[in-house]
């Protein structure tokens, strides 16, 4: 049943971390930070907490979750390594890299939409981490959205739009990567497959395994259709407001349109101001735009426009998990 009370906010104090710890050893979800975008997590080896997970975002079951460790000795509880994922796991761990493996039975079918495999990552966030050490369980946690809706990078995104949902969410500051982990499944070391670009490039990835690492982009389905392969749902990370993309925003196009629609630039654009311009860094850094992508579009998105117009980044690296987020923003 919805609460009526708006979620509480608590800061990183020895003590707020032991109570949060108690809340999710005793099966409560909390909100928590991550370095890529804000969780909302449970025990993930209690499948009741879990459930509860899925009832706050509205979350078909048919979609699995990640669990978070915060150290390697932890990996064999969750999962099957193997000697690719160690190497990825020394190498980019603490950090924004899931991996798909085969599954330990002693994670519940829930955690995993009842697949034979698991997604798994230790992050970076300090507090996230010593959370979960304190816990004493690996933590499940989807991104803290609604599903379907852009993820959250604050604390207080949280508590806007799960606020009613949920009693706890930790806040950490303003998630200092911005977009998902990247995930690669490696059920197969010898077939390495990107299934979510992220702030760990797929050359990255590549140069690490010492073999070429695939993405096949996700094709276009139905918002509602049932997940085939889980993760790949084309329509996610979703404003409300229409959100058309351009290879390049021109002058023509900003000319032809209204006040009421709204334009989003990578880079500062030079020349004339007009309140309808936005951009996500002002030197065109990628990094600082992927930080800032998803909470420009929340704020554009609650505005008032009646169309959102966006520019693909150009480039390696952080491009291409741009380039998929607003893909998937826009898709309809
Ligand atoms: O950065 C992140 O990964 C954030 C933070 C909170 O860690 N989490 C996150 O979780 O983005 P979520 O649930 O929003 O996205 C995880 C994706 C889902 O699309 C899910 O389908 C996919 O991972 N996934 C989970 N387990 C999988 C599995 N066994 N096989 C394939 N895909 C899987
Ligand atoms: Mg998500």
């Not at 495999?117 to 507090?127: C, G, M, N, Q």
């Not at 000319?255 to 990578?266: K, N, R, Y």
């Not at 850094?285 to 966006?310: I, P, S």
Request: positive net charge; hydrophobic residues 45%.
């Amino acid at each position: 049943m919805p609460r009526k009370s708006t979620a509480r906010l608590f800061r990183g104090t020895p003590r707020n971390l032991s109570y949060l710890a108690r809340c999710l050893r005793a099966g409560e979800i909390v909100g928590v930070p991550t370095e890529t975008v804000y969780g909302l997590a449970a025990d993930a080896l209690n499948p009741a907490a879990c459930q509860k997970i899925f009832v706050a975002k509205g979350r078909p079951t048919t979609d699995p979750l990640i669990v978070h460790i915060s150290t390697l000795a932890e990996l064999d509880r969750i999962a099957i390594p193997n000697a690719a994922a160690l190497r990825l796991a020394k190498k980019f761990w603490p950090g924004p890299l899931t991996l798909i493996l085969p599954k330990n039975p002693a994670v519940p079918a829930i955690v995993s939409a009842g697949l034979p495999s698991v997604a798994v990552r230790i992050p970076a966030h300090p507090l996230f981490r010593r959370l979960i050490r304190l816990s004493g369980c690996p933590l499940a946690a989807p991104s803290a959205n609604p599903f379907g809706y852009i993820s959250p990078t604050t604390a207080e995104h949280v508590r806007a739009s799960l606020g009613s949902k949920i009693s706890s969410i930790l806040d950490g500051g303003p998630a200092y990567i911005g977009l998902e982990s990247t995930i690669l499944d490696l059920r197969n070391p010898a077939r390495p497959r990107l299934l979510r670009p992220g702030a760990i490039s797929r050359e990255a990835l590549a140069a690490a395994l010492g073999r070429p690492v695939a993405w096949r982009r996700p094709k276009a389905t139905k918002s509602n259709q049932a997940q085939i392969a889980p993760g790949l749902l084309t329509r996610h990370y979703s404003p409300r407001t229409t959100l058309l993309l351009h290879s390049r925003l021109t002058p023509s196009l900003l000319a032809q349109s209204g006040p009421d629609e709204a334009f989003l630039f990578i880079a500062k654009p030079s020349g004339r101001m007009a309140k309808n311009i936005f951009w996500l860094d002002a030197r065109g850094n990628l990094r600082g735009a992927a930080r800032r992508l998803f909470a420009q579009l929340r704020a554009l998105d609650t505005a008032g426009y009646r169309r959102l117009h966006a520019e693909y980044a150009t480039g390696e690296g952080p491009a291409e998990a741009i380039n998929d987020r607003l893909r998937r923003a826009a898709a309809v």
